[in-house]
């Protein structure tokens, strides 16, 4: 047990000093304050750079240094990167194709995926000190479209958290306030976005983990379909886990250069980088303008033509409780397996692991007892699909109010969460309120998030409100609008499996309206 805790101390210890030995060591040009060109730069459209540099215009190594100068100020406030990769990106700068899509662009990355010669221990102890020997698809691609990765991000301990908090790093900001988290899993990455520290980057998502942190800190993600982006390669809390698809996911800080990212992608073909995606290129979409489509949002749309239609879904409790049960059908052994001991654990995830911290003989009774056996499992994926089909019927047909039939709905406008960012440990009750997200991947839907406003001290709970139920309670009493006011407030845009055109085009849509009626959302200036 003492053997235990010394050997997760000494590695905290040591992989901190490694990431400020990396930021100490970087050439003086790193240093100084952001100069006007730096800040021209930061300012462009990544289809600018691009442009830019295959056109000789910009060099990726100027493109690098000014990215590089922000991700280690945004660092220095949030506190949001794990793997310092900077150095050695300035070779793959000066040898990046200058060709391709991405050409010269900084890509940031969650910590879990995998880039030779750098850990991906995402926050446990344990796993510090083992230096992956390959890029993961994902990079590989990367690089060949001639992006140059230069940071890792953040992340909470297990990845099954809406904070971004863990021993070996330490915990993550929110970008806008101190004593908020940026959101979870993709944590580091949203905050790191917010302050333009990166333009583009890749998180993951199995529970709302690229929507969580893009409401939180108030940047654009869209959470891909399994088997539609790539993901082979990178290490994960849970490998073998597909009750519930985890997939990997771009986010962006403008939706402009989320589409870019995208299309960039695609271009690619993906599908012969990683065994694993469908071969189905990118499709065009555009919406006819008498489509029907589903506060301050719904407003413009209906200013603009658009039907507002209910939604008569099946029971989102329903999915809760399915969902939850297949992500943790082994009692949460897996995902705890690396634990050393006394090393901390999310606070959402601290009740459903505190058996795990028993005697190895009740940990096993206990496991035994909650695990799913095989039987049991193959019904909850019964469930599962029946579940989905029922939602497949709401899209096609008249059980939508207002529908049109066959045609069914573009698609579904509902909100990210309960909450604006939460106050650190939030999750202690926030986790029960992650149905707002964790109900599309059970349904394997694309989603989008993006930011619409800001908490203003005047967004007080009526008096007149009544707590439903003790998670509605729970989370309302976190709620503070003075204490919260200036926290990015986000709407999520849900479409069909495999239909992330169509949510990228819907969020488009939605943008456009805002613009057009003088509420454009506003991010952090330089």
Known sequence: MLFSYLAHQRACNDKQRERAERIASLPAVYQPALSALDKDILTRPISTIVSSVQSNALNPSEVLVTYAKRALQAHAQTNCLTEIMIAPAETWARDANRTGPLAGVPVSLKDMLAVKGYDACMGYSAMTGQPKSYDGAFVRLLRDAGAVPFVKTNIPTTMLSFEA????????????????SPGGS???????????????????????????????????????????????????????????????????????????????????????????????????????VDRPLSEVVTDV???????????????????????????????????????????????????????????????????????????????????????????????????????????????????????????????????????????????????????????QKT?????????????????????????????PVGVQVVGKRLDEERVLEGMKLIEKLMKGAGLAYAGIPL
């Open 301 to 455: 749309l209906q200013k603009d033509g658009h039907e507002i239609v209910t939604l008569n879904s099946p029971s989102p409790y329903e999915g809760l409780q399915i969902a939850s049960q297949l992500l943790l059908a082994d009692g949460g052994r897996v995902a705890a397996k690396p634990f050393r001991m006394f090393e901390t654990n999310d606070a959402g995830m601290v009740p459903a692991f505190r058996a795990l911290r028993l005697s190895r003989f009740i940990m096993k009774v206990y496991a035994w007892y909650l695990r799913y056996s095989v039987p049991e499992y193959y019904a909850l994926i019964a469930k599962r699909e029946d579940y989905r089909a029922r939602w497949f019927k709401v899209w096609r047909d008249n059980e939508v109010e207002g529908g049109l039939g066959d045609q069914g709905v573009d698609f579904v406008l509902t909100v990210p969460n309960a909450l604006p960012a939460v106050p650190h440990r939030g999750m202690r009750h926030g986790w029960k309120a992650c149905g707002y997200t964790f109900l599309f991947n059970l349904l394997d839907y694309s989603a989008g998030v993006m930011p619409i406003t800001h908490v």
């Open 165 to 180: 908090t863990n021993d070996v790093f330490g915990r993550t900001e929110n970008p806008h306030k101190m004593g908020y």
């Open 186 to 288: 993709s944590g580091g990455e949203s905050a790191l976005l917010a302050l333009g520290g990166s333009r583009i980057g890749v998180g993951t998502d199995v529970a709302g983990s690229v929507r969580a942190p893009s409401h939180y800190s108030g940047v654009y993600a869209i959470k891909s379909s399994m088997f539609r982006f790539i993901r082979t390669g990178s290490s994960t809390t849970i490998p073998g886990q597909e009750g519930v698809p985890a997939t990997h996911s771009p986010m962006a800080k403008t939706l402009e250069d989320l589409e870019t990212f995208w299309r960039a992608v695609f271009q690619m073909k993906p599908w012969e980088y990683d065994h694993s995606v469908l071969n189905i290129p990118w499709k065009e979409v555009k919406f006819p």
């Open 459 to 487: 967004d007080v709970v009526p008096r007149t409100f009544r707590a439903r139920n003790a998670i509605e309670r729970e989370n309302f009493r976190m709620y503070d609008a003075t204490a919260m006011e200036g926290l």
